[in-house]
């Protein structure tokens, strides 16, 4: 079946960097679009970042352009979220998610029938 897991989430100062990690299996991953949501206490999932694996170019929500990147190792068929910059507003858990598709509307989180477990990232001022 279908498993996305999650690793490389912590606590880190503001301005410092982490990087996030979903190793996937159980699908075809050549021809995903894979994506990162984040969720804060109290709010709803958010859109992070996107990519499709038959490519190498990203998509982000305009709060982490310029400090996050998303990319993928098709060997391992893992992607990774590397966060530089972090601010304290980037405190969430995070979650991987994937769809048999494009990326078209990839910030839906509807859109998406497969999560993995999330990793918590924690930012402190």
Known sequence: QVQLVESGGGSVQAGGSLRLSCAASG???STNCMAWFRQATGKEREAVAAIYTG???GYYVDSVKGRFTIFQDKANNTVYLQMNSLKPEDTAMYYCAARPSGCVWWSRST??????Q???VTVSS
């Open 118 to 120: 999330g990793t918590q």
């Open 27 to 29: 699908f075809t991953y």
């Open 55 to 57: 490519s190498i170019g």
């Open 111 to 116: 859109q998406f029938a497969a999560w993995g």
